[in-house]
């Protein structure tokens, strides 16, 4: 309280003149790109990029829940803000019923006029049957209650396929966010599996 938001001293030490200087450091086609994501703003934009920012991610009419359900991961990223946790863990159907208990009647409490679920881990596919249910669940709560439901899924792609995608897709599925860590070199020296070896290609494949 009382105190400047902190892009506001970055305005008022040249951000105009410092974005300029950014935008010459790297390749004309990815500052364009990074524009276009709002990764690079227009100090003179800022407000309105803010205003929609606030309107598209943070809309307080939506109940927007992570999941993670499962633990277990078939990768060693020695980043991993789960490391050193039990990897075994993971959901079982009697936390499913209260959550969407809980969910129901927060949305009733709140006057929640939508739903995003993201369905995450550890790998969140390796106990695939679980991550259906809760998406099963929630669209069953969704249109009981005629809100409308988004699904999202954070992978890292190891078993992502055309028929898991396609079951998703008929429970409100709308995008998959695929773990990448750059090309393949990077990508296969900070992902790597269990057992040390290279995932990129495994993924592409």
């Known amino acids: 309280p009382g105190r400047k938001p902190i892009w506001r001293y970055a305005k008022n030490t040249g951000a105009e003149a410092h974005l300029d200087r950014f935008v010459e450091t790297v390749p004309g086609a990815v500052a364009v790109e990074l524009k276009k994501l709002a990764f690079l703003v227009e100090p003179s934009k800022e407000s309105l990029c803010l205003e929609n920012m606030v309107g598209s991610f943070l809309r307080p009419s939506c109940l927007k829940l992570t999941i993670a359900y499962s633990a277990r991961c078939q990768l060693a990223c020695q980043y991993c803000f789960q490391s050193g946790r039990d990897n ?87 995008y998959v966010r695929v773990t990448l ?25």
């Open 88 to 174: 075994s863990s993971r959901h079982d159907l009697g936390l499913i019923e209260r959550t969407i208990a809980w969910s129901e009647k927060y949305i009733m409490d709140h006057g929640m006029k939508a739903v995003h679920l993201g369905l995450f881990g550890g790998e969140p596919l390796l106990d695939y049957k679980l991550g259906l249910a809760y998406a099963r669940e929630f669209r069953q709560l969704c249109d009981r209650l005629s809100i409308p439901l988004e699904i999202s899924l954070t992978t890292n792609g190891m078993n992502l396929s055309s028929k898991i995608l396609n079951e998703l897709r008929s429970y409100g599925l709308t």
């Open 181 to 205: 860590d750059g090309p393949p070199a990077v990508h296969d020296l900070r992902r790597p599996t269990l057992k040390g070896s290279g995932t990129f290609n495994r993924i592409f494949t």
